[in-house]
């Protein structure tokens, strides 16, 4: 047993050589995962007196930047699977965060709007995310903000090959 543990003793060479084979794309990836893992934990963080988690913000930035939101649209910009949304859309609800109608053409379609109660909570965890926002990004000049930016607008486009999901996701609006 103890050779087995042992054996899965490694050193820094041989992660870094294992990091260096896997590429260069694999470490990018890899730091944007954990960059994003870490801010969602700060945001959970700021966001829990306001009884929101990240999730829920995402649903209602969503809703907000696209008045008469439908599910479809909400599961696609979000990246939550439908049926946590819908529970998570049920919540919201309940507490007059949000409202939901059925559209009057397709009775199956459900649209989407925040209740005004809904948009000052929103507005309130505008305010957490620009601070925490601000201390991720302490030590980066706009440059450099802007420079990692657009590679990250790259990679998007490399990994969305729906066009009209691309313009939604990288600038946060419905295509014209």
């Keep these: 047993m103890a050779d087995d543990r042992g054996a899965l003793q490694r050193t820094g060479d041989d992660v870094e050589r294992d990091i260096t084979s896997a590429g260069r794309e694999t470490y990018l990836l890899h730091l944007v995962a954990a ?6 934990r700060e ?8 009884g929101l988690t990240v ?16 599910m479809k649209e909400l599961a696609q910009f979000t990246s939550i699977d439908r049926t946590t949304l819908t529970r998570m859309v049920d919540q919201m609800v309940a507490v007059d965060w949000m409202t939901r109608e059925h559209a009057t053409k397709d009775r199956r379609q459900v649209i989407l ?14 305010e957490s995310l620009a601070e925490a926002n601000r201390a991720a990004a302490a030590r ?8 990692a930016a657009r590679v990250l607008e790259l990679v998007l486009r490399n990994l969305i090959v729906d066009d009209n999901l691309l313009a939604r996701v990288v600038t946060l ?4």
């Design 43 to 50: 945001l959970g963080r700021r966001f829990e007196p306001l």
């Design 55 to 70: 999730d829920k913000y995402r649903v209602m930035l969503a809703v907000a930047r696209f008045p008469g939101c439908t």
């Design 35 to 40: 960059a994003s893992s870490h801010r969602d």
């Design 173 to 176: 609006r419905r295509p014209d």
């Design 113 to 126: 709007g925040l209740t005004p109660a809904g948009l000052q909570l929103g507005l309130r965890a505008v």
């Design 140 to 147: 980066l000049t706009d440059s450099e903000i802007d420079a």
